[in-house]
Nanobody, 125 residues
Framework: QVQLVESGGGLVQAGGSLRLSCAVS????????MGWFRQAPGKERAFVAA????????DYADSVKGRFTISRTNAENTVYLQMNSLKPEDTAVYYC??????????????????WGQGTQVTVSS
């Protein structure tokens, strides 16, 4: 059974930081792209960041570039999202996801096979 378990969400003031973690079990980790998406109230789920299997290629949504950093520790089957300079518009449920094809970089929801349950991030003004 594949499981992706996010942690690290919470309430933070604008300008603050949070670090999200996502631990993966039940499926090979080192050969798939990992991604973070978010869904704000009343909005569709949207791409935030992705990192390839080796951790050498990353990509970000324009809205988070320069503020968020995605990373992974393959030895621990874990992917991270460091979020700095948080803004109220970053408020959303954040989901991690694992790509559906080995050694393929992915940025769209349809390219991800497994999803976590989500963790709430709330940024107060």
């Amino acid at each position: 059974q594949v499981q992706l378990v996010e942690s690290g969400g919470g309430l933070v003031q604008a300008g603050g930081s949070l670090r999200l973690s996502c631990a993966v079990s039940g499926r090979a980790f080192t050969i798939y792209t990992m991604g973070w998406f978010r869904q704000a109230p009343g909005k569709e789920r949207a791409f935030v960041a992705a990192i390839n299997w080796g951790g050498v290629r990353t990509d970000y949504a324009d809205s988070v570039k320069g503020r968020f950093t995605i990373s992974r520790t393959n030895a621990e089957n874990t992917v991270y999202l460091q979020m700095n300079s948080l803004k109220p518009e970053d408020t959303a449920v954040y989901y991690c996801a694992q790509g559906n094809v080995p050694y393929r970089f992915a940025k769209t929801m349809g390219e991800y096979a497994y999803w976590g349950q989500g963790t709430q991030v709330t940024v107060s003004s």
